[in-house]
């Protein structure tokens, strides 16, 4: 079955940077567009990245452009998200998410927690 496990949220400070991390399995992944998503307390959850297939033509929210950056590394089944220049609105917890035969599936999340 699809499993999606987000890693390396923390404690920070703003203007540090942090780099999160999702494992995921059961699928063939090189083949799908993979999206991280963030829901910060009491707000819906909301598009943060998407990467395609070929990690080309990446697309971004327009509050982390340019400070954020998604990879994926197809051979070891990894999408990365390298964010920088944290403030506390980037507070939240991440997700990493795929849409596999027309199903959402979402990892458990990572908290990320940035303080002024």
């Known amino acids: 079955q699809v499993q999606l496990v987000e890693s390396g949220g923390g404690l920070v400070q703003a203007g540090d940077s942090l780099r999160l991390s999702c494992a995921a399995s059961?699928?063939?992944?090189?083949?799908?567009?993979l999206y991280w998503y963030r829901q910060a307390p009491g707000k819906e959850r909301k598009f943060v990245a998407y990467?395609?297939?070929?990690?080309?033509?990446?697309n971004y929210a327009d509050s982390v452009k340019g400070r954020f950056t998604i990879s994926r590394d197809n051979a070891k089944n990894t999408v990365d998200l390298q964010m920088n220049s944290l403030s506390p609105e980037d507070t939240a917890i991440y997700y990493c998410?795929?849409?596999?035969?027309?199903?959402?599936?979402w990892g458990r999340g990572t908290q990320v927690t940035v303080s002024s």
């Open positions: 990467i395609p297939p070929s990690g080309d033509k990446t």
């Open positions: 059961g699928f063939a992944f090189s083949r799908y567009f």
């Open positions: 998410n795929v849409v596999y035969n027309q199903l959402n599936y």
